[in-house]
């Protein structure tokens, strides 16, 4: 595999600037992981000329709306992170493999040699230095192509990204934006907020978590079943 292209997409237009906060959950040692994820493309007459350009075009489109995916993380000092939407930009690849997608064999059985097609940061890579979400497209000789997407657990979620890779999909294809635009809640737009709930008359107060705590529930099929028929009679 050789990397042809290395280099950072932004958003087409001046994004907004500032501070995204994350939530306790989101803050959680557990979830402070890069998670990779492989979409593999056959070559056909309909396969696009430039996959990776296409794509580029697009992400540059998408960061419009998901303009915290171009920015850092950054540690507050009580410890927490939050996301400094900078503007710089998600860290964009291109590689030509010299092997055709048959390589690959069974797609539905993980293989270490899957590890080649998708980008990985070092072990002792500082979270300040990682970014949110990273795109790879591997070209192979059959004109096909497989499209490596790695996104930092903290920044978002698998329902997140799968949000995310519907529009870019869409925009691909020469939409020029979102269907459902994502919310993204910055420092100011939280104090706004704030200020709102305390300028209004209700007596309702957001509820307030001391603490958050890890554990693991076991649901056995019949408990499942036994929920599903209690939600179905409400």
């Not at 940061?121 to 949110?132: I, N, R, S």
């Not at 007596?203 to 001391?210: D, L, N, R």
């Amino acid at each position: 595999m050789r990397i042809v292209e290395s280099c950072l997409v932004q958003p087409c237009l001046p994004s907004p600037r500032g501070t995204l906060y994350l939530s306790r959950l989101h803050n959680q040692p557990v979830v402070r992981m890069a998670v990779n994820m492989l979409l593999v493309y056959e070559g056909c007459a309909n396969v696009l000329p430039d996959p990776a350009k296409t794509i580029r075009h697009a992400l540059s489109k998408a960061l419009l709306y998901y303009y915290p995916l171009a920015g850092r993380l950054r540690k507050k000092e009580d410890g927490k992170f939050q996301v400094e939407c900078t503007g710089e930009g998600v860290l964009f690849l291109e590689t030509l493999v010299d092997k055709s997608l048959s390589i690959l064999g069974d797609l539905e059985q993980l293989k270490p040699s899957f590890k080649q097609l998708s980008f990985r940061f070092l072990f002792d890579t500082a979270l300040e230095d990682v970014h949110p979400m990273v795109l790879q497209v591997n070209h192979f000789t059959c004109g096909g192509f497989v499209v490596e997407v790695t996104f930092h657990h903290m920044v978002h979620d698998e329902r997140g990204v799968a949000k995310f890779l519907i529009d870019l999909g869409e925009m691909a294809k020469g939409h020029v934006k979102s269907f459902i635009e994502p919310i993204n809640l910055l420092a100011q737009d939280l104090k706004l907020i704030e200020e709102k709930i305390k300028s209004t008359s209700h007596s309702w107060k957001p509820p307030i978590y001391e603490e958050a705590i890890q554990m693991s529930l076991i649901f056995h099929s019949g408990t499942i079943q036994y929920m599903k028929q209690g939600m179905m009679q409400e």
